[in-house]
């Protein structure tokens, strides 16, 4: 098979520095490198990027569990409260925050309102 592995993820902004900071400060990314109309942060050996759009970008339909369509990022989390304390203090809009017996998952937005999960699995 040819498909070695993944390369990245990445998000649409219209706001590349600030949602840079954000990834940075509010989610623990660190910056991998950057070129014009890119900019790529890498967690655990995963590269996610930033990618500047002229237009505004479309929401996409979602509810507190999430996009209704599309990909969707999901970070784990070892503490659910405090990281979202720290999300709302940069910004992010919560969108639903959610106990089950499988794990504890916090759906929320980024500045651009690009749909994003924490989950601290039970299993």
Request: proline residues 7%; aromatic residues 8%; glycine residues 8%.
């Amino acid at each position: 098979m040819a498909i070695t592995g993944i390369r990245s993820f990445h998000y649409s902004t219209n706001k590349l520095e600030e949602a840079k900071k954000f990834y940075i400060e509010a989610l623990g990314f660190e910056l991998d490198y950057e070129q014009p109309g890119w900019c790529a942060l890498k967690m655990g050996g995963v590269q996610v990027a930033l990618h500047p759009e002229e237009e505004p970008i479309p929401e996409v339909p979602r509810d507190s569990h999430g996009p209704m369509t599309g990909g969707c990022l999901t970070l784990k989390s070892d503490n659910i409260p405090e990281d979202k304390a720290l999300l709302e203090k940069h910004g992010a809009k919560i969108l639903g925050d959610n106990d089950m017996p499988w794990g504890h998952m916090l759906v929320f937005e980024d500045l651009d309102k690009n749909v994003l999960i924490l989950m601290n699995a039970k299993y």
